[in-house]
């Protein structure tokens, strides 16, 4: 499974990293993304990738903007500490909202539905 993380902070995106390897050895983290204009650049070359997870508030926007106008892309985990965003992250083929911290058995199981 090739991952893709969209996590502004560093040691958020290390953690997140940290579980999805624990969940499974052989996933492919492909990138970790900072910012919504660096996942837009990453977007728009590259696409070989089977889940995402978001965080919904970035330092330059929104992640949500990211996938506004993208007609196709992978189901998202979408990872914040703000339940605002509930409603509308399911618009965006979101697969789960998990609210920070997060905790590995909510992580594992937003996974298992993916899988």
Do not use: C
């Not at 910012?35 to 650049?41: D, H, I, N, P």
């Amino acid at each position: 499974m090739n991952v893709l993380i969209i996590e502004d902070e560093k040691p958020a995106g290390e953690r997140l990293a940290a579980m999805v390897h624990e969940y499974d050895p052989t996933i492919r983290i492909l990138a970790t993304l900072r910012s919504v204009k660096e996942a837009r650049e990453w977007f728009a070359s590259q696409n070989r990738l089977d889940v995402i997870l978001a965080d919904i508030q970035l330092n330059d926007g929104l992640s949500l903007e990211i996938f506004k106008n993208k007609a196709m892309h992978p189901p998202i985990i979408f990872t914040t500490a703000f339940d605002e965003y509930l409603i509308k992250a399911f618009e965006f083929n979101s697969i789960d909202y998990l609210l920070k911290p997060i905790q590995k058995t909510k992580l594992f199981h937003a996974l298992d539905k993916y899988i």
